[in-house]
């Protein structure tokens, strides 16, 4: 009784050392969070109601006045709805592909691996040059319309309003969705390795007990996979939507900073680029930026609401 009585401090000052060995390890990262993360939004909401000079500072206080032109903008209302569009069209899509590659590496195939690593590749290649590449291939001289009229698919095409050269890109017409094309061919190997992830938690105890019960392929994929796969919708389902309204790189590379033609490939963070570094008005750009944030975050919370509880991890 007396060595348990005297084991009880001994123990405390362990469990009090590993917690502040825990919070050592923490601090740095968290200090990086507060000042880069927190604290840059509140510098951005503090700046968005001054009309603010880079050199000399806050020059005149605005109230909400910048959000006021802000909303009244043609201008950004188009960005808004090219970015709207953009994640609506991209994501399911993206999603779609990369949850079927998923179940395909996912099988037992001869060269899984290399299957894996060749669907991922795209996303770690230079967004500039896919994109530089990509320009010339949907060209009016390029390899998309060389391909298609060797498929005898100029007739049908034809039918839809585009001609045997047509100029996917810069068309005001086809811009965007020839980004969410190109876009969607990048990122799905990315949205394949979350998939993964999630595939491989499932328990093949599962699977065992459905192909018991005679269910076929399709049935244990509609009834069993993706159901169970929810909290991995949710994850990969946050993630594109974040990523589809911070559209940007793609966008510049292809449209310029006026995002052309016609502002059909204006996004919202390109409409925040121009404000920023083309008409140099920081506090003008800072309110841009909070209103995209409350937009992303409401359309995070959409989807919490969709998918249910977020998943623990």
């Not at 068309?171 to 390795?193: E, H, K, P």
């Not at 909290?231 to 974040?242: L, S």
Request: net charge positive; aromatic share 14%; no cysteine.
């Amino acid at each position: 009784m007396a060595a348990a009585q005297r084991l009880k401090p001994v123990a405390r000052i362990g469990a009090r050392q590993e917690a502040i060995a825990g919070y050592a390890l923490i601090a740095i990262p968290m200090a990086l969070f507060l000042v880069l993360n927190i604290g840059s939004f509140l510098y951005a909401a503090y700046i968005s109601v001054w009309r603010w000079n880079i050199r000399r500072g806050p020059v005149e206080f605005l109230g909400l006045t910048n959000f006021e032109r802000l909303i009244s903008d043609p201008l950004f209302q188009t960005a808004i709805r090219n970015s709207l569009y953009y994640a609506v069209i991209w994501v399911p899509l993206t999603m779609a592909v990369g949850l079927f590659l998923a179940v395909v590496v996912n099988q037992k195939i001869r060269g899984q691996t290399f299957f894996r690593a060749a669907f991922y590749f795209p996303a770690i290649a230079s967004s500039a040059a896919i994109t530089t590449v990509w320009i010339f291939l949907v060209a009016p001289d390029g390899l998309f319309n060389e391909v298609r009229a060797a498929l005898g698919l100029n007739p049908l095409f034809q039918a839809l309003g585009y001609g045997p050269n047509h100029n996917w890109i810069g068309d005001y017409r086809t811009a965007m969705n020839t980004v969410i094309a190109l876009n969607a061919w990048t990122t799905s190997g990315t949205f394949m390795l979350f998939y993964l992830a999630s595939l491989q938690a499932i328990s093949k105890e599962v699977y065992e007990a459905a192909a018991i019960d005679g269910a076929d392929a399709w049935q244990t994929f509609r009834r069993i996979t993706f159901p169970l796969l929810r909290p991995g919708h949710f994850f990969v389902a946050t993630v594109g939507v974040i990523g589809a309204l911070q559209l940007f790189d793609q966008a510049i590379f292809a449209g310029g900073p006026n995002g052309d033609p016609a502002n059909a490939l204006m996004t919202a963070v390109l409409y925040l680029y121009n404000a920023m570094f083309v008409q140099i008005q920081p506090g003008y750009a800072a309110a841009v930026g909070i209103v995209l944030f409350v937009i992303i975050m409401t359309a995070t919370l959409v989807q919490r609401r969709l998918f249910g509880q977020a998943p623990a991890w």
